[in-house]
């Protein structure tokens, strides 16, 4: 079973961008389709976008174009690039990993100031 990790949170103003990573163990990672969900403080978590195992992406209305995700199998890891952020992206980011069981990270603070 991979387990995941999630790294690069952090406070930036309106306009900036973050990277976020998602660091997978085990040998099964690039089998792996994997979902950035996000939680704002009194919010339900809602999906952002994903990336399949062959490297198709999809994302939400309220982040495209703006979001990205790439994946790097030599390295385990997923990435979730954000631009021109806003004070509405303010959220928890979690990784989902979806194959033969679902996986979540413990997710990664996001602040955007305004």
């Known amino acids: 079973q991979v387990q995941l990790v999630e790294s690069g949170g952090g406070l930036v103003q309106s306009g900036g961008s973050l990277t976020l990573s998602c660091v997978g163990s085990g040998t099964l990672f690039m089998m792996y389709a994997f979902d950035w969900y996000r939680q704002a403080p009194g919010k339900q978590r809602e999906l952002v976008g994903g990336i399949t195992s062959g490297g198709k992406t999809n994302f939400v209305d309220a982040v495209k174009g703006r979001f990205t995700i790439s994946r790097d199998n030599t390295k385990n890891t997923v990435f979730l690039q954000m631009n021109s952020l806003k004070p509405e992206d303010t959220a928890i980011y979690f990784c989902?990993?979806?194959?033969?069981?679902?996986?979540w990270g413990q997710g990664t603070q996001v602040t955007v100031s305004a």
């Open positions: 989902n990993g979806i194959f033969l069981d679902s996986v």
